[in-house]
């Protein structure tokens, strides 16, 4: 809530015109502060209270008017605002409604409308339901409570109606019927059909709380709402016609049935006669039948009964230490059960050697210098040729071959394998020619 700077200061001589130099205020300064608190304290609205009955169909608007002068800025008088308002309603301590009470609201500027039929079961029971409302374009909230005391039908002599029809109107939306003067002209509608004494709204629904599809955004088209209306005499043979089985074959083939009553409603209402209900509480036969115990029915128990809120803290601390320290104690036990075998039992390689045969050990010892040979020849390749890779005797004679090379000779070029031809001191054998000589 902004205040003016001399409010803020708290300085009552800024505004009596008393003291330090008798500042005085002018009748136009004066007539500001005055609408000032008057709008101020004005906006603090007290809660509301509303009397529906049992079974009697409940309608509260929420004016976005109503909620305006709640954010501030606040208007001047006379001057207009249309700043998109929301409201979010639910029943005191919970985040939704009762089951009965529904709300709607299209745009952010247009009203909201709180509805329904509140059931026998809630009358003697005030409730509560908290109105938030939400300026989108400040994003300020201002908050009140609705109180709805719900009385007993009887009491007003509305209720109880046993004849109840249910209407499907095509060409209506739920909040153009909730409108008064709208919900009026059906009423006085379906009096003229039925002349009943007493003519009470029930409950309305819109068709897409009955499962309906949202309609197409072409030719204006509506998505329907159901209108369930109550009456104190016998339905009329007008509305009894829909129970004709010519119309009742009109209606399986998608047809419009014929209704003679149906041209006091068409002017301002289109009804689909083949979805209209008729109730007659009076002759419906109760359908309880007595549960007989046997297998696969579990015996009363009777109303559930919540634990009390004056439950004794439980202390988890116990178990806690249970939870943490039993698998910790037998993993450690484990982890040293396993240490000693790994580090403790080992024989070691001495006493492995002593055990093994001397000829065992020594062709492993072989084993392991070639291995060690091969594996230093790979890393550098212009060592000498090992020893064992070299022919030892003339293949002819016999004799002891030298070296193929000195150590200063490079074998990187020499190839891997060598051929008889590469050989030196190798003996040349005769070849037979064509002409049937030899030659050495």
Not at 95 to 102: E, T
Not at 269 to 284: E, G
Not at 365 to 383: F, G, V
């Amino acid at each position: 809530m902004q205040l003016p700077r001399w409010w803020e200061l708290g300085d009552p001589c800024a505004w009596t015109g008393q003291g330090r130099g008798a500042r005085r205020m002018s009748p136009a300064t004066t007539g500001t502060f005055l609408l000032t608190v008057y709008t101020i304290f004005s906006k603090v609205h007290s809660d509301r209270n509303v009397y529906p009955s049992a079974g009697v169909l409940f309608v509260h608007v929420l004016e976005r008017e109503y909620f305006k002068g709640e954010f501030p800025p606040y208007p001047k008088p006379g001057e207009i605002s249309n700043d998109p308002i929301t409201f979010n309603t639910n029943l005191m301590g919970y985040p939704d409604r009762p089951g009965w009470l529904r709300y709607i609201q299209r745009t952010p500027y247009s009203d909201g409308v709180l509805y329904g039929s509140p059931t026998a079961d809630n009358v003697g029971k005030p409730t509560i339901i908290e109105i938030t409302a939400y300026n989108r374009r400040t994003f300020e909230t201002a908050r009140h409570n609705l109180i709805i005391n719900i009385m007993s039908a009887e009491a007003k002599l509305d209720f109880p109606l046993p004849y109840q029809a249910e209407f499907f109107i095509k060409n209506m939306n739920v909040e153009e019927m909730l409108a008064s003067e709208v919900l009026g002209d059906f009423l006085g509608a379906v009096k003229n059909v039925w002349q009943p004494e007493r003519l009470n709204a029930i409950n309305i629904t819109s068709a897409l709380d009955r499962g309906g599809r949202v309609p197409l955004p072409i030719n204006d088209l509506k998505e329907g709402v159901y209108v369930m209306v109550g009456a104190d005499v016998p339905f009329s043979s007008c509305l009894r016609e829909v129970e004709n089985p010519q119309n009742q074959l009109r209606c399986s083939q998608e047809m419009e049935p014929v209704i003679t009553c149906d041209k006091k409603f068409r002017t301002q209402f289109y009804i689909d006669w083949c979805k209209i209900s008729l109730v007659d509480k009076t002759k419906q036969v109760s359908t309880y039948q007595e549960v007989i115990r046997g297998e696969g029915i579990l015996p009363d128990g009777g109303e559930y009964k919540p634990p009390s809120d004056s439950l004794k803290s439980r202390d988890y601390y116990t178990d806690f230490l249970i939870t943490l320290a039993v698998p910790s104690a037998v993993a450690l036990v484990l982890f040293l059960i396993l240490a000693y075998i790994m580090c403790c039992r080992r024989e070691g390689v001495e006493k492995r050697n002593m055990q093994t045969p001397d000829i065992q050990l020594v062709h492993h010892s072989a084993i392991q210098k070639s291995t060690k040979e091969l594996r230093d020849m790979s890393k550098n390749r212009e060592i000498a040729w090992p020893l064992s890779t070299l022919p030892v005797f003339h293949p002819v004679t016999g004799e002891i071959i030298p070296p193929l090379h000195t150590d200063s000779y490079d074998s990187t070029n020499m190839p891997l394998m060598q051929t008889q031809q590469n050989l030196p001191h190798q003996t040349q054998i005769p070849q037979q020619q064509t002409t049937g000589k030899w030659y050495p």
